[in-house]
């Protein structure tokens, strides 16, 4: 893995990335694609560019992320959208995919 590498060149999104969203909701999926776009170059910080980031690549699994590396995602994260994640919030509980952090992100930025 070649860590620490930076590579924002786009990486494709799934096309199942709207899942469960009325097309007409526009709004909704600018900001699922918005949270996807910066969510991106956060993960290519810490896995490199070996694997393709789309919203159903496996944190652990596809990316290789270990829990070093999601402890610093989510510090990342945090700063990105300048925010605070407890980590006791239930809602991280069943997190293992990029579109689960990008849904969940979600969730805590329509909170706000």
């Known amino acids: 893995m070649n860590r620490g590498s ?3 060149k786009k990486k494709p999104m799934s ?3 709207t899942r469960g969203l009325d097309p007409k909701d ?3 999926i600018g900001l699922l694609y918005g949270v996807f776009e910066r969510v991106q ?7 490199g560019d070996e694997n393709p980031i789309t919203m159903d690549a496996r944190l652990t699994d596809d990316l290789g992320m270990d829990s070093l590396d999601i402890v610093e995602f989510i510090m ?6 300048d925010l605070t994640i407890d980590d006791a919030d239930p809602i991280l509980n069943d997190i293992k995919t ?3 952090v990008v849904n969940a992100l979600k969730t ?3 909170k706000k």
């Open 76 to 81: 990342k994260i945090e700063k990105e959208f």
């Open 26 to 28: 526009s709004m909704k």
């Open 98 to 100: 990029v579109g689960d």
């Open 108 to 110: 805590i930025i329509l």
């Open 15 to 17: 096309k199942d990335f």
């Open 41 to 47: 170059p956060l993960i290519d910080e810490i896995v």
């Open 6 to 8: 930076l590579n924002l």
